[in-house]
Each structure stands twice: as C-alpha cells, then as structure tokens.
C-alpha cells in the first residue's frame, strides 16, 4: 500500500512541508480569483436593463437546448476516447470506466478552486485502475496544450472577421495575443514530443538537473515524480496516436461550439457557425485568467462582449452568456456530482486527503485479496 501520498510524492517526508508551502499559495490564489471573478462580474452586469434582461429570457425556445446538451454530451465521449489514447502507453482503460471520472473531473472544475477537478481525475483513475497519479496528470497536461491550439486556433481562423469588429484596436490586441500564445503552446507541445520521441536522452538529462541541483534527501521522490510524469506523455510517441489526439480535440470543441449553435437558436440572435467558433475561442482565452471556480465573471463579461461587438445589444448579449454558462455548467455537474457520490469519496481539495483516499482503496483491495 502506498502511504502519506507516496504515489505522488515518492513517500519522503519532505512533501509535508511543500505541501504546507503549496497550501498558502492556494489560499492566496483562491482569494485573488474571488477578487476577479468580482471585477468581471462587475464589468458584465454594468448599464443592464434587468427589465429588458428578463425579457430576452422569456423569449427563450428552451426546446433548442435539448440538441445542444445532446451534441455537448457527445463532446464528453470524445474527450473520454481521446483520453483513453493518451493512457495507452500507461495502461489500457475501458471508455465505460473512464466516461464517469471524466465527468468528475469536469464537475471538480466547476466547483472547486484551481481547477482542483484535474487531480480528481488522477485519484479516481488511481482508485479504478491502479495508474500513476503522476503520469495520468501528464496524459492531462497533454490534453490542455492540445486544447489550447485548438481553440487559439479558431480565433486565428477567424482574425479577419475579429480585427473587423467594432473596437477593432482591442479586438487585433486579442488576435496579437492568440497568436503569441499558440506559439507558446505549440514549442511546449513540441518538447513534450521530442521526450516521448527521444526518452532515454531525456530521462538522462533530467535525472542529470535533477542530481545537481535537488537537495539528495529528495532526490529519489522527485526522480519518481518525473519518470512517472515521462511515462504520461509517451502517448505522443506513435504518430498515429498523436494525430488521434489532436483529431478529437478538434472535435471535441466543433461538438462544444455545437452548443453555443444551440443556445444561439433558443435566443434568435441569428450568429453564423464561424461567428460562434470564434466566440468560443476568444471567451477560452479570457478563461486563462485565473478566476473563481467555473469562470465566474470571466466567462460572463468576455461572452457579453464578444456579442456586443456583433452588434447584439447588451441584455439579450448577457441573456445569451448567462444561458450558456447554465448549459455549460448544470448538466455535467449534476451528472459529475452523481457519479462522485457514486465512488464514495470525500469532499475535499486537500491533494494528500484526496491521495489518502486512493491509497484506501488500494488497502481494501490488498485485505480482501488476502481473505
């Protein structure tokens, strides 16, 4: 049985006080993201008519939901699939197994702080099927870099209509910054693939920093940490499994924008398809800016603006961000909620407590097979 968090932390004693140090950190971010989600939520109800505000909800066709939430459901097998292309290397798991810790992990985004979900995910998976934290977390780094290209993408797709809104100056700073993040995103994308390509180089160069420049009483946890991590990215090794991945995160957010196709038609805003690409890629990038759990604020005041800049007057353009993020947010909650308490876990965003609960399993395992 793995204790006090060995599988993540290589079982010293000196992840305690780390883990102290990374609990601080925590705190400071949650409150600075309480603070923001403020501003923006600020920024996103100001000069509204509530009375014009309720009135473009109550012309809602809410029936026009029911294709979206089908589609977005759709969008969440086939992120289960690509995850199940991305833990081949460490370990073959059932799509039936891993569509319910998908959906926990998106319900622990959506209501913890710090997108906490991710490590949720990990646990669950630990729990079910016995693979590393450490590189399950790396299968799901993977998965943000090829997100973030995607969606980056479907603004650059769309730069000509985006510096052709009005406030054209803010709009082409957008364009400037989409670019330089998939750059960004694209030369982290790059190393990872050249580790999974070259790993013997690779671990020994990293087991070489590691040896200069950790103190040696930790040298052994952190060397388990980042070969365990290695293995998660192995998956970008086989050509065919990495155009895989990189097939379903497109699909992935085609199936999302379906979505936002689909709210459109319930609010009769008459958006195009690209438009909607478009609006889906820019409100994604706005979501990096740390915020509170579920882009509060941030999802509001971005998706606000982006419609306003299509010419769609400020209260159905809140009406149709405040539809969206309950589309968005409700059903995949609910369904991660049930399953979660289906699993019997604890409530809680301590990485060690939610470690604990894995390495309980494990135990429970262990006594029932020497029964």
Do not use: C
Request: hydrophobic share 55%; no cysteine; aromatic share 12%.
């Amino acid at each position: 049985m793995l204790r006090n968090g060995a599988d993540f932390f290589g079982g010293n004693p000196w992840h305690g006080r780390i883990l102290g140090m990374k609990r601080n950190t925590k705190r400071w971010l949650f409150w600075l993201g309480l603070v923001i989600s403020a501003v923006f939520l600020v920024l996103a109800f100001r000069e509204i008519n509530y009375a014009e505000l309720w009135a473009a909800l109550r012309e809602i066709r809410i029936w026009w939901l029911a294709p979206g939430l089908a589609i977005y459901f759709v969008g969440v097998l086939a992120r289960t699939w690509r995850w199940q292309y991305l833990l081949k290397p460490l370990k073959k798991v059932p799509l039936k197994t891993l569509f319910p810790i998908i959906n926990i992990g998106y319900m622990g985004n959506n209501v913890f702080p710090l997108r906490m979900g991710e490590v949720l995910r990990s646990v669950v998976l630990k729990r079910r099927e016995d693979v590393s934290i450490s590189g399950s977390l790396a299968t799901i780094v993977v998965e943000r870099i090829f997100d973030a290209v995607v969606i980056i993408g479907f603004v650059l797709l769309n730069l000509a209509q985006l510096v052709g809104l009005p406030g054209a100056t803010t709009f082409a700073q957008l364009g400037s910054l989409a670019t330089w993040a998939v750059v960004i995103f694209l030369a982290g994308l790059a190393v990872f693939i050249l580790v999974a390509i070259f790993p013997k180089p690779a671990i020994r160069l990293i087991h070489g920093v590691i040896n200069k420049i950790v103190p040696e009483r930790w040298r052994v946890a952190v060397t388990t940490i980042a070969d365990r991590f290695l293995d998660g990215l192995m998956s970008l090794r086989s050509p065919k499994d990495a155009f895989m991945i990189l097939f379903t995160s497109i699909l992935i957010w085609i199936l999302e924008t379906g979505l936002y196709w689909s709210v459109n038609q319930a609010l009769g805003l008459g958006l195009t398809f690209g438009q909607l690409m478009l609006l889906n890629g820019a409100v994604n990038l706005v979501l990096l800016i740390p915020a509170a759990p579920g882009g509060l604020g941030t999802f509001d005041a971005a998706g606000r603006a982006m419609l306003e800049a299509y010419a769609i007057p400020p209260e159905p353009a809140l009406g149709y961000a405040l539809v969206l993020r309950i589309a968005l947010w409700v059903p995949i909650t609910v369904v991660g909620a049930i399953y979660f308490i289906r699993e019997g876990l604890k409530w809680t965003t301590d990485v060690r407590e939610m470690q604990a609960q894995a390495d309980e399993d494990d135990s429970s395992d262990t006594k029932g097979d020497e029964q």
